[in-house]
């Protein structure tokens, strides 16, 4: 039974993709494994934010874990400040980094980028914290999707480079990663699907909100474009890729209908994805008839989420209790590492 470690920002309701590329996983998971799910709102500071709504969205994302799947009998969910070592393995993690490191990071440019006016070195330090949340409980494996993958391997070097310099500590992590890695945009499939795009799918949402969205989602009038995107989507042949990569037009539409066959395998069921999987193959595909398709498999895979939230969010009593036996639990894991890398750094 080996440890594991995730976690989500609590920056609104959860879409589509932090369900296919995480909760999906964490919830397979914790049948096996030891399992620790944080809310991160020590990162979810680092950008712009409102801090009267942050309670609020950090019991929502609690909610929306429940609601999913996770079982608090199983997972240790808790939320990240309510541990206070991860901050302080962080900054003697920080010790060790290489500032060069954490600047070649792909989030790192992309959101000083997009925050240029809250360019802190919170968003730089960012990576640190995030290797603080894996080593502190010594975690091997760690569900996440494509986009923290970088941030994954930096935890590894960190533990490498740790035990190199004070003696063996931490485990190597690695990402789990699945075929749901990267959802993304139904609107814009070049861009990765985020609670900020249009084009994103909440976990909540209606089956009437989930229809209207996916008429907006980018597909194919050309047969090979389909057959190919329904084959990447299967089994993420880059061969595929390729013959698409000439026009930019063409390329979008690939992208556009891959994410659609990826999404629709990963919900549905087996008559359900065969039967569209046969009408690509065939060149008979209709879009008109396979969005409204796609939308009812999304909203059915859901049905069970959006009942169980609504139970869950009227009982504040018992949500608070599963935060506070989180709390309890993960730092009893927390303060026995944070000891042990003191000792070894002589500060004990
Ligand atoms: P966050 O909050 O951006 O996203 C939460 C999880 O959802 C995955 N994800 C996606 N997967 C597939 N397709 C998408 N379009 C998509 N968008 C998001 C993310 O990869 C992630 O797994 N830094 C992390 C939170 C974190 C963490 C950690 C994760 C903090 N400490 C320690 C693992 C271990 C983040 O911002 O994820």
């Known amino acids: 039974m080996s440890r594991i470690l995730s976690g989500i920002r609590p920056t609104g309701t959860l879409h589509l993709g932090n369900y296919l590329g995480a909760i999906q996983q964490w919830i397979e998971l914790q049948t096996k494994h ?48 309510h541990v206070p070592e991860h901050s302080e393995l962080m900054w ?49 494996s760690v569900p996440v999707g494509d986009d923290q993958n970088q941030h994954v391997e930096l935890a590894r070097d960190l533990a490498k480079k740790f035990n190199r310099e004070y003696g063996q500590t931490f485990p190597e992590p690695k990402a789990i990663l699945t075929s749901g890695k990267r959802i993304m945009d139904l609107a814009d499939p070049e861009q990765k699907m985020s609670k900020s795009l249009g084009g994103g799918i909440g976990l909540n949402d209606s089956p009437e909100e989930i229809a ?20 990447a989507a299967q089994n993420s042949h880059r061969a595929t ?18 994410n659609l066959f990826t999404i629709l395998f990963a919900v ?58 989180g709390a309890v639990k993960a730092s009893i894991a927390a303060k026995q590492t944070l000891t042990e890398v003191q000792q070894k750094m002589g500060l004990r």
């Open 34 to 81: 030891d399992v620790f799910y944080m809310v991160a709102d020590l990162h979810a500071i680092t950008t712009p934010y409102k801090p009267e709504e942050l309670q609020n969205n950090i019991r929502n994302t609690v909610l929306d874990y429940l609601a999913a799947g996770l079982d608090p009998e199983k997972a240790t969910i808790f939320v990240q400040s």
């Open 92 to 140: 003697l993690l920080g010790t060790i980094t290489p500032v060069g490191e954490l600047q070649r990071m792909v989030q790192f440019k992309e959101k000083s980028e997009q925050h240029k006016d809250f360019n802190q070195a919170g968003i730089l330090n960012y990576p640190i914290l995030m290797a603080a949340d894996i080593l502190l409980y010594k975690a091997m």
């Open 212 to 231: 209207k969205k996916l008429k907006k989602a980018v597909t194919s009038s050309e047969p090979k474009v389909i057959r190919d995107a329904m084959h």
């Open 241 to 258: 890729i390729d013959a698409w990569t000439g026009d930019p037009n063409l390329l979008k539409q690939f992208h556009g209908v891959r």
């Open 268 to 325: 549905a069921d087996r008559d359900t994805a065969v039967k569209w999987q046969t009408a690509a193959e065939d060149g008979t595909l209709k879009f008109s008839e396979f969005k409204p398709a796609l939308a009812k498999a999304i909203a059915d895979h859901f049905a069970l989420f959006r009942e169980r939230r609504e139970v869950l969010a009227s009982d504040t009593a018992h949500l608070d209790e599963i935060i506070a036996d």
